[in-house]
């Protein structure tokens, strides 16, 4: 993930062709790299000596730039180079070494430090300010016993985030890579404030169109059954127009697939947007969340109007995994609650807690979980223990499970056209032979 994003702004850095790829090599790679040192090894279009010198001075605003970028989100990587990148190139082809010259050397925090910063984050801010203590308390001794020293950003991340989930059993809890400032000092900026708003918000919309706001399928399945496949629960701010949409198309569905297998979470007000389709406008209280930094609930109510058609007097499945976490799991959790859908599928991975993160440097940040979820009807949640399927199935049955379930009700309502009869006799018995095709693969693809 660290090697597509320094490749992502080399894209921005370098002129369209200047830059063909970019490695990330760490201790033991090459002979240069010392233990807690990174390398980024830059291919361009250069075949030999002449030719790199020449694309050095051709591009050297875009390498001082790069390499400024890296002393600050990547501090590890102290070694910067550029070499050719033509078939048979030789090991020890030419090429240009742009060291960590020091110039930001106020503004790279040490190993020890980023792990002290985190735990002070960790006390002032976490949900459960006993379990923080606690944790503190012990990545304090393996601290003191050396086991954070010598390791670069992605290995010291890695280790921390793993100890502080494995004492905590929270997966929300962890240290990453991406910093930035902290909260400006003094008085919120001035007039210019909601243009910055607005401008932030018209982003955020326009990067959700990329993968249509967590919407990766919306089909009418054989038997009129309705099938979604949701990745994301996108603000409604933003996706509220696509989600309208896609449950417009199901609207005269007999029944309704949801799949969330593969969903790793999303906003709490999209939660609600997707749930009050599938509720009448009758108010229907939905969940709270308890800030334990300020001792306030906030409540979510199903909404009284909705775009488009509400989904109604159907059944609807929902479909689960190890994988389904956070914002994918309030919403299996509530409708499962409410006894408005009927999960199949495997235990979710158990992460109810809002989070928000904290820069440490701009390298690393901390996020940590400050509230909790609680929902009204069991008076809990689904922390450490997910969401428990009615139809427990393997990831890859759940569909078929699903599927059958809502065909066979199709096959007892009255009144079905016998097309849509027919459609759902020989869907359901696809599937009884197993040659049903299967969604929600890892890809988005179907394969049979």
């Known amino acids: 993930m660290v090697e597509e994003a320094i490749n992502r702004e080399m894209q921005e850095r370098f002129t369209a062709g200047a830059v063909r790829r970019a490695v990330l090599l760490q201790h ?9 040192q990174l390398m980024v090894r830059v291919f361009v279009e250069a075949t030999d000596e002449p030719g790199l010198a020449a694309w050095q001075q051709a591009h050297q605003a875009g390498i001082d730039t790069l390499r400024r970028e890296l002393s600050l989100r990547l501090p590890a990587a102290r070694l910067l180079e550029f070499t050719c990148d033509s078939p048979g190139a030789a090991p020890d082809a030419p090429r240009i070494s742009v060291p960590d010259d020091g110039s930001l050397a106020a503004e790279q925090l040490s190993g020890r430090e980023i792990v002290t910063r985190a735990l002070a984050l960790l006390r002032a801010n976490y949900v459960f300010p006993d379990q923080a203590e606690r944790a503190a308390t012990a990545i304090e001794a393996r601290l003191e016993a050396g086991e954070y020293d010598d390791l670069d950003e992605i290995t010291l991340t890695e280790r921390l985030t793993s100890h ?14 991406g910093g930035g400032p902290g909260p400006r000092p003094g008085p919120h900026p001035g007039p210019e404030a909601p243009k910055d708003h607005e401008a932030r918000r018209l982003a955020m919309r326009q990067r959700g169109r990329l993968d ?4 990766r399928q919306v089909e009418r399945l054989d038997g009129n059954v309705g099938y979604l496949d949701v990745r994301r629960v996108a603000v409604p701010a933003n996706a509220g127009p696509a989600i309208t949409a896609a449950m417009e198309l199901v609207a005269g569905t007999y029944a309704l697939v949801i799949d969330l297998r593969h969903n790793g979470g999303g906003s709490p007000e999209g939660v609600v947007f997707w749930c009050s389709y599938l509720l009448d406008e009758q108010p229907t209280h939905l969940n709270d969340i308890f800030h334990a930094d300020t001792g306030e609930t906030r409540q979510f109510w199903g909404l009284p109007y909705v775009p488009g058609t509400r989904y109604l ?7 689960t995994s190890g994988r389904t976490f956070s914002g994918g799991e309030d919403f299996a959790y509530t409708l499962q609650a409410l006894g408005r859908a009927t999960v199949v599928g495997e235990t979710t991975g158990g992460g109810a807690h809002p989070t928000r993160g904290f820069p440490i440097s701009a390298a690393v940040h901390i996020a940590v979980p400050f509230a909790r979820s609680v929902n009204p009807v069991t008076g809990t949640n689904w922390q450490g223990t997910g969401v428990v399927p009615d139809v427990p199935a393997d990831e890859g049955r759940a569909y078929d ?10 096959l007892a309502m009255d009144d079905v056209p016998p097309p849509i009869a027919d459609e759902a006799r020989e869907a ?3 599937l009884a032979g197993g040659q049903a095709e299967r969604r929600g693969d890892a890809g988005g693809s179907r394969h049979g």
Do not use: C, K, M, W
Not at 164 to 177: A, K, P, S, W
């Open 212 to 215: 249509n706001f967590g919407i």
């Open 428 to 430: 359901l018995s696809a």
């Open 313 to 319: 007097d159907r059944p609807v499945y929902v479909l």
């Open 401 to 410: 499970v699903a599927y059958a379930r809502a065909l066979e009700h199709v």
């Open 164 to 177: 502080l989930q494995e004492i905590t059993g929270d997966r929300h809890l962890r240290v990453v890579l």
């Open 28 to 36: 033991g790679d090459d002979p240069a790299i010392e233990p807690g």
